[in-house]
């Protein structure tokens, strides 16, 4: 593998990395917000709990389009 192409493909891992943890820290503190709201019980917060997995989900679906084919 050409180190042009292997650096290339080590900065998009690190954008990924990076978007994915912009992505998951706002979902987090979404969840909290609604998870203190709910009564802080994870019985009573499943839907809050319901919505911070679709938001990883929905990342990773969206982040897969760019996927690099080695």
Do not use: C, P, W
Not at 45 to 66: N, W
């Amino acid at each position: 593998m050409k180190l042009r192409t292997k650096r290339r493909l080590m900065n998009y891992g690190r954008l990924y990395n990076h978007q994915l943890a912009s992505v998951l820290e706002a979902a987090f503190e979404e969840f909290r917000a609604s998870f203190v709201q709910e009564g802080e019980s994870i019985a009573e917060s499943v839907e809050a709990i319901e919505h911070l997995s679709a938001s990883y989900r929905h990342f990773k679906k969206f982040s897969l389009r760019f996927a690099i084919v080695r």
